[in-house]
């Protein structure tokens, strides 16, 4: 009988992995059809500088608007479009479209657009960006890409090449996530980066938490000396707000100014700006 419990379970592990794999598969599906049939849409969230409390850029946040499911978020689809390769042309896609949706925002505002290792890696990167550039009409100085550790762990010399080229042209680079990677500092000292975001984890523990907040005055202080702007990631409160001031950080973003939005409504929130600071 030991062996029919072991083959039970042996089933039942098998048939719930063949639930997974059937999951994957019709996500994976429905992803390629995604590409195809333009379902894709990006929202943007504002990052705001503290000094001058105005909005000096925004991020593209791609979402997923699926038939029956309504808009799936990326934590969701990213993966799987990592592992698949889809997201190559998917992020060539967001790329295209963030340049165009940037195009026709206020020209001292720029756009963070979120890379995949599997995106730096390729060879062809840098000249996809400049075509993105080019066909948009965005200068290259109001473009920055974001990103994290983990492009930074394999194929170093020749992400790093990719990286100098990009910022030859006036490309800005950001390392996105700060923190929740690991040889974060060795990293900024190899890689040319302009801006980092420190990871929402910490201002989220930092209200009262005096370690926290610690850490974010190191990085602050980090940033200061390499010459790299700060950014605090998912500032939801004013006591975190007061927190992140006090540290010093120069950018925020999060729920707080605001949580991303289509187009259209961060276009009418920058012209509002506008006409604010006008009167
Ligand atoms: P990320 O690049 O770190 O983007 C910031 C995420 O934090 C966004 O989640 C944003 O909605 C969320 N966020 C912002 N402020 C707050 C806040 O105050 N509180 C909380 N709790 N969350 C806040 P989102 O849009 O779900 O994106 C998740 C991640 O998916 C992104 O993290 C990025 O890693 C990835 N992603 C999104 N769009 C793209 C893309 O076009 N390409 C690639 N490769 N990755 C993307
Ligand atoms: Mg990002
Ligand atoms: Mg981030
Ligand atoms: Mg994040």
Request: proline share 4%.
């Amino acid at each position: 009988e030991a062996k029919a419990a072991g083959r039970g379970t042996y089933c039942l592990f098998e048939s719930q992995m063949d639930e997974t794999a059937r999951e994957r598969t019709v996500m994976e599906r429905e992803l390629r059809e995604a590409l195809a049939y333009g379902r894709f849409e990006l929202h943007y969230q504002p990052l705001v500088d503290l000094d001058k409390n105005r909005i000096k850029g925004v991020e593209a946040l791609v979402r997923w608007r699926h038939p029956e499911r309504g808009l799936i978020s990326p934590g969701v689809f990213i993966p799987l479009a990592e592992e698949t390769g889809l997201i190559v042309p998917l992020g060539d896609w967001v790329l295209n479209q963030a340049c165009r949706d940037a195009a026709t925002l206020p020209d001292d505002i720029s756009v963070a657009v979120n890379v995949s290792a599997l995106q730096l890696r390729n060879r062809n990167f840098a000249q996809g960006v400049l075509m993105a550039l080019a066909a948009s009409g965005l200068k290259a100085t109001r473009l920055e890409l974001e990103i994290t550790e983990s492009v930074l762990l394999d194929d170093t010399e020749s992400n790093l090449e990719t990286l100098h080229t990009l910022r030859r042209l006036g490309v800005r680079i950001s390392m996105d996530d700060f923190g929740t990677g690991y040889s974060s500092i060795s990293y900024l000292r190899r890689f040319p980066f302009d801006k980092i975001k420190i990871d929402r984890s910490f201002v989220r523990d930092s209200v009262g938490r005096s370690d926290a907040g610690a850490i974010i005055r190191a990085i602050v202080g980090l940033g200061t000396s390499l010459g790299i702007t700060t950014l605090v990631e998912g500032v939801e409160t004013e006591a975190q707000l007061a927190t992140v001031r006090a540290e010093g950080a120069q950018e925020i973003q999060g729920y707080l100014f605001s949580p991303p939005r289509p187009l259209n409504e961060i276009s009418e929130m920058l012209y509002l700006a506008k006409t604010r600071s006008a009167a």
